[in-house]
């Protein structure tokens, strides 16, 4: 004959912890409850840390950071990225124009940058580069 199962709920705040096995392991869960509880409430309240800065695995790059006022122009932001060393390594994707700007807090609808790209090319600022399926710009030096 199996021994019934034995149950323990304690709640403290909005908080709940329950006890369940044979009486004899819950009542030694009971006797170490200042331990137990320590360990519980130490991870209720503590979140995991993450570095600062994530290490770049092969093959990622650095992510520019800028700072532009909220009323800078489209064009102005496009040309202040495409100046940074992100902006220059290479001819850059709409796609990761913007994804930069939304990582850099610069918010133009991707209709806007596209006109913008394409005004700047126009004018001579930007030189667009066919990658693939895909145009990618850079600023004319």
Do not use: Q
């Amino acid at each position: 004959m199996s021994a019934s199962p034995f149950t323990i709920k304690i709640r403290f705040g909005n908080k709940e912890v329950e006890f369940s096995g044979s009486k004899e392991d819950v009542l030694e869960a009971v006797d170490n409850f200042p331990t137990i509880m320590e360990k519980v409430a130490h991870a209720f309240t503590t979140t995991p840390k993450k570095p600062l800065a994530e290490p770049l695995s092969a093959g990622e790059e650095k992510l520019p950071s800028i700072s532009v006022d909220p009323d800078t122009p489209c064009p102005e932001a496009i040309l202040k990225l495409l100046s940074t060393e992100w902006g220059r390594e290479k001819p850059r994707k709409l796609r990761e124009l913007l994804d930069v700007m939304k990582i850099n807090a610069i918010h133009y609808p991707v209709g806007t940058v596209k006109g913008r790209l394409t005004d700047l090319t126009k004018k001579g600022a930007l030189r667009r580069v066919k990658e693939g399926r895909e145009y990618g710009y850079i600023r004319v030096k």
